[in-house]
């Protein structure tokens, strides 16, 4: 009789563990509901940064097309143009600011006898 009053006596204290932890359950419950919805809320304001950035990065990248696009029209039209003027219109730009002789064949690939007609051109022109 002593060993079923035993039995009986764990079974009780079981039983009563048992009932105290299936009380707890709904708390549990809640409180991991509501991290789980803290978590959704942080990654729906997460997902949010990450579409105005994504947003704001496709209108960066096409205005960085249209600043490409207007570059490579611009350079087709300078590719279009006699290269032959390029370095004589540079060559009159630097006379005008200056330039010497030597600064001429250097910079702009003109022959001495070219660079000094620039200079003379364009001190006649002062004159």
């Known amino acids: 009789m002593g060993g079923v009053l035993g039995l009986l006596l764990v079974a009780l204290v079981a039983l009563a563990v048992l009932f105290a932890q299936v009380r707890r359950l709904p708390a549990q419950q809640q409180q991991l509901e509501s ?3 803290s978590r959704i809320d942080q990654l729906a304001r997460d997902l949010t940064t ?3 950035g994504s947003i704001r990065m496709g209108e960066e990248l096409t205005a ?7 570059l490579e029209d611009k350079q087709l039209k300078l590719e279009q143009s006699d290269p032959q003027a390029m370095p004589y219109s540079q060559a009159a730009r630097l006379v005008g600011m200056g330039a010497s002789i030597e600064d001429l064949t250097q910079s702009c690939g003109l022959s001495k006898a070219e660079a000094e007609l620039f200079v003379k051109l364009h001190a006649s022109r002062q004159s």
């Open 50 to 52: 990450f579409q105005q």
């Open 35 to 37: 991290q789980l919805q």
């Open 64 to 70: 960085l097309r249209q600043q490409v696009k207007r």
